[in-house]
């Protein structure tokens, strides 16, 4: 592998009680107050499995409430853990052996070769060169030497970056639960700003003449930073002799000629159609070895506490967790043509009793399943194209140690073995 020089990463993010991001008219705080100093701490190697449940933790917010005594790193919408997964890699590929997730070398943090950026995400911002607005020392030990907290920082400057650009770029209607929409993000992550107001967003720009594109593995500096996590998304990395990292997402890239010249980069706001196919990354939990939920028992598919928040599912298997009796879990699956849609909840723990539900796309129920204890549920029903929405709830009884399983198929208008009601 070549070898190649990063441009100046721009993964910079205001501190001060006074900034704010103004989203949908809503005033948005990125910035608290820099905690005491913490003990320094050594760096642990830490496995592909636990870096794989930090990456889908990171995207769903599940690690900010693990450290209330560094700085804040929650953010507001989930991202597609893919482009997260992708983007650790690229930040590290360059490490020594060539190997990306990397977060310590030996014993000791792992640092780009200016001692700038540190760890998975290779984080610049507030860290040893940042002289404008540093972290405390705390924060800043933490971003080097644990993992997670790396990850969760790496994703909440992803997550600012997505609301700046959102009010000068935008992919399609701007969905963050789509991952072609991040586009703008990721690329601004590494790399926005320009020698002047005319070249802002030139770096990355495909149409930029510095990418000769010489090959994604011979010299993934020879491409726009979005363009490589776009295919690293749908080309998994694997360890010498082992299996990839995470499961493929082919990633739709927007056409060059959507994007202006030069000349034109400074004129916003401005934005591009959805590349199409584009593509919802719900596998979170697929994303590495059953290991991830025997081990870790982390609730999955979150958050889906509503109609609203339903977790997009298409025919397969899925399994998760009632993580308490308050917990209700849905799905939403989109047939595109009329057919017989079957639902099993299987594998319900001993001495638990969970019920099945089915809702139509005006959340009315249609079906439902509620047998006594631990038996299996199962509903089927007609439907036509449109939304339907399956929800799982605990009638009695929770458990975080043993999943459900939910398994979704159906049979299309022209074999369905029964006539539509």
């Known amino acids: 592998m070549v070898l190649y020089t990063r441009m100046k ?23 608290l107050a820099e905690p005491s100093s913490l003990a320094a ?41 893919v482009i997260l997964k992708a983007m650790g890699w690229y930040e590290t590929w360059d490490s020594p052996g060539g190997w990306g997730w990397r977060q310590c070398l030996g014993a000791a943090p792992y640092g780009s070769s200016d001692g700038c950026a540190w760890g998975i995400m290779q984080v610049w911002t507030g860290m040893d060169c940042d002289h404008v607005t540093p972290f405390g020392e705390a924060t800043r030990q933490a971003v080097k030497s644990d993992y997670r907290y790396n990850i969760a920082m790496g994703t909440h400057i992803l997550v600012n970056k ?34 002047g107001a005319e070249y802002h967003g030139w770096n990355n720009n495909p149409n930029n003449p510095f990418f000769t594109r010489q090959g994604y593995t011979q010299n993934p500096g020879s491409y726009p930073y979005q363009e490589v996590v776009w295919w690293l998304a749908a080309n998994p990395r694997s360890r010498p002799g082992g299996s990839p990292l995470w499961r493929a997402v082919p990633l739709t890239l927007p056409p060059n000629s959507a994007f202006p010249d030069q000349a034109h980069m400074h004129t916003e706001p401005w934005s591009i159609a959805d590349p199409l196919p584009t593509h919802w990354d719900y596998y979170c939990r697929e994303c590495y070895l059953p290991l991830v939920l025997k081990n870790y028992h982390t609730d999955t598919y979150e958050p889906n506490g509503s109609f609203a928040q339903a977790w997009p599912i298409e025919t397969g298997t899925y399994d998760s967790y009632i993580w308490n009796t308050s917990d209700y879990d849905y799905y939403k699956f989109t047939p595109t043509r009329s057919g017989a849609i079957h639902v099993n909840l299987l594998n319900i723990p001993a001495g638990r009793n969970y019920d099945l539900y089915l809702y139509n796309s005006a959340y009315q129920l249609i079906r439902q399943s509620t047998n006594s ?14 939304s339907y929405y399956i929800l799982v709830k605990s009638a009695s009884g929770y458990s975080r140690e043993s999943p459900y399983r939910l398994h979704l198929y159906w049979i299309s208008k022209a074999t369905a073995p029964y006539p539509p009601p």
């Open 373 to 386: 204890g631990n038996q299996s549920e199962h509903l089927e029903s007609w439907v036509s194209p449109g």
């Open 162 to 195: 997505w609301h700046e650009r959102q009010a000068h770029q935008q992919v399609g209607n701007g969905s963050p639960d789509i991952a072609e929409h991040w586009y703008f993000a990721v690329w601004a992550y590494n790399s926005w700003e320009g020698p």
């Open 9 to 31: 990463p721009s993964n910079y993010v205001c501190r001060g009680i006074a900034s704010l991001v103004i989203v949908v008219g809503l005033l948005v705080p990125l910035c």
């Open 41 to 81: 701490q050594s760096c642990p190697w830490p496995s592909d499995a636990d870096i794989a449940l930090a990456f889908c933790d990171a995207a769903h917010n599940n690690i900010a409430g693990e450290y209330p005594a560094l700085y804040d790193v929650s953010i507001d919408v989930s991202v597609p853990p």
